[in-house]
């Protein structure tokens, strides 16, 4: 079992920044695939960023392209997702998940272990 626990959302305005973490419990950390999916409020959860188990791979979506940008430390059991230049349709619960694979999955049925979320608010 893999225990996430996401940190670092909040409410920002417009054009502002936000750093969010997920901490991972499990030692191993280094051979798990990670990735960063949001839901808004009546929508599904889509993907945003993923990255490979070494960091050398990474992976996001075209609305978050050049804003967003997905790292992890594995000596801290820990991947980032830094947000910069948000915007009003960013405002969502953002979820990390995590999946033992060389791969760098993109879709949320490929991942098998998740976080409670954090929410990020961004004011226009």
């Known amino acids: 079992q893999v225990q996430l626990v996401e940190s670092g959302g909040g409410l920002v305005q417009a054009g502002g920044s936000l750093r969010l973490s997920c901490a991972a419990s499990r030692r191993l950390f280094s051979r798990y695939a990670m990735g960063w999916f949001r839901q808004a409020p009546g929508k599904e959860r889509e993907f945003v960023a993923a990255?490979?188990?070494?960091?050398?791979?990474?992976y996001y979506t075209d609305s978050v392209k050049g804003r967003f940008t997905i790292s992890r430390d594995n000596t801290k059991n820990t991947v980032y997702l830094q947000m910069n230049s948000l915007r009003p349709e960013d405002t969502a619960v953002y979820y990390c998940a995590a999946d033992r694979t060389i791969e760098v999955p993109t879709t949320r049925d490929e991942y098998n272990y998740w976080g409670q979320g954090t929410q990020v608010t961004v004011s226009s």
């Open positions: 990255i490979s188990w070494s960091g050398g791979i990474t």
